[in-house]
């Protein structure tokens, strides 16, 4: 016998039936498809696929398949909407007002999908990198709304470097940079036309925050003095919700001083806890846990900046930062406006991490190895050694630490 389809010759072992003609194996494979529910041969052109499987007309029908508008596919999963039906992959709640609508007539965002008119009463895009953004997350710029990261690019890239040439009260030459977040900012207009600052949107507090331009030497000490003196002449407030962050720059540091840095700030981790508010020490935008990574793993800047990609952007020590910055940023401390508490933290920070890039791993953990009083007397020898010998009491007076060894536990490092 012969195939009626390629006419070649069929043994009969090899021969299928279909339609009343004889088909060898690959034709009849290629012709006919059998329903999986009922097992009827039928013509693939009347075969109708339901939620993946083979079925005829007559099966499509009795097992309830509707036929979708937006994908012409068969399926039992799907919804009618305004007497048209459109199977769940072309549809979607709206994430506002969670009414379901059609997906190609819906707005798309990373996280869902809203309708037009949501997206019209609650969302916007990015003037800078057009991504839609809601209204509320939105930081407002000259030259129009910006998502957070547009807006911190703006903050940081924008300004010129406010650099001082004289070191004599900061005692560093690295720079850094700092947000100030609020709760009552009145008048911050004032600080308009000052080269160092920028009021920027943040939805964790009710005033605004305000980052600093790249700052450097005594220059930036100044640049906190004029932000505070606006800040006293019209009673800035802060409360528990607002945080102080400090970048500090790590642009010129070799891998071997990351990991340093990185060692140190472990090894410290519980003193640094001491000298903020209690509200500080556990919170969920500062998160005091132990670092997640191995940082003697991390041999190449490639390595850390895979690092920073994977680690909490709230930890108190934030590493994220070095990809956006290429700095470190210490998230830990309370909200506060007060010109000595913010130059204070600054040069706490500068001294310390400037001392650590000088000295190995073995020495940073044998200089840390005590427990948390001796800890704080190690610390506030690195002061000392750097010129700032004002910082042990203020921070002895603002923790009102107990100084007797047995009130303290061990630091687990």
């Not at 609508?101 to 800078?128: A, F, N, Q």
Request: include cysteine; glycine fraction near 6%.
């Amino acid at each position: 016998m012969k195939c009626h389809n390629c006419k070649e010759s069929v043994p009969s072992g090899d021969q299928f039936a279909g339609g009343g003609k004889i088909y060898c194996c690959d034709c009849f494979n290629d012709l006919f498809t059998r329903c999986a529910h009922n097992g009827e041969l039928c013509v693939n052109d009347e075969v109708y696929y339901g939620d993946d499987k083979p079925l005829c007309i007559k099966c499509i029908k009795l097992l309830g398949f509707g036929l979708c508008l937006g994908c012409s596919e068969y399926t039992r999963h799907g919804r009618t909407t305004e007497g048209r039906f459109f199977c769940n992959n072309c549809m979607a709640g709206c994430m506002d007002c969670s009414k379901w609508g059609i997906r190609v007539h819906m707005e798309t965002l990373p996280c869902g999908w809203v309708c037009k008119s949501c997206y019209k009463k609650s969302y916007t895009k990015c003037v800078d990198c057009g991504d839609k953004i809601h209204k509320n997350r939105t930081f407002e710029e000259d030259r129009g709304p910006c998502c957070e990261t547009c807006a911190l690019k703006l903050d940081y890239s924008s300004y010129e470097t406010y650099y001082g040439d004289t070191y004599d009260t900061i005692k560093s030459e690295r720079c850094f940079g700092l947000e100030v977040e609020t709760h009552r900012c009145k008048n911050y207009a004032d600080l308009e036309y000052h080269d160092a600052w920028r009021a920027k949107y943040e939805d964790t507090v009710d005033g605004k925050e305000f980052a600093s331009a790249i700052l450097c030497g005594d220059k930036g000490l100044e640049a906190i003095d004029d932000l505070c003196k606006v800040a006293k002449v019209n009673s800035w407030e802060v409360n528990d919700t607002c945080g102080l962050h400090i970048h500090v720059d790590l642009t010129k540091e070799s891998v071997k001083s990351l990991r340093r840095i990185a060692f140190a700030y472990e090894y410290t981790r519980y003193v640094w806890k001491e000298l903020v508010s209690k509200e500080r020490q556990d919170n969920t935008w500062c998160s005091s846990g132990e670092f997640d990574f191995d940082a003697r793993k991390l041999k190449t800047k490639k390595d850390w900046r895979e690092l920073a990609y994977d680690t909490n952007r709230y930890s108190w020590v934030n590493w994220c930062a070095y990809n956006r910055f290429g700095s470190l940023e210490i998230r830990s401390h309370e909200g506060t406006v007060d010109d000595v508490a913010i130059k204070n933290w600054t040069k706490a920070h500068l001294s310390f991490v400037d001392w650590a890039v000088k000295h190995s791993i073995s020495k940073i953990e044998e200089t840390f190895s005590g427990n948390l009083v001796n800890n704080f007397d190690a610390l506030c020898d690195i002061w000392e050694q750097a010129g700032h010998s004002n910082l042990v009491a203020y921070y002895i007076e603002k923790t009102d630490m107990n100084l007797q060894e047995s009130t303290w536990e061990l630091c687990e490092v």
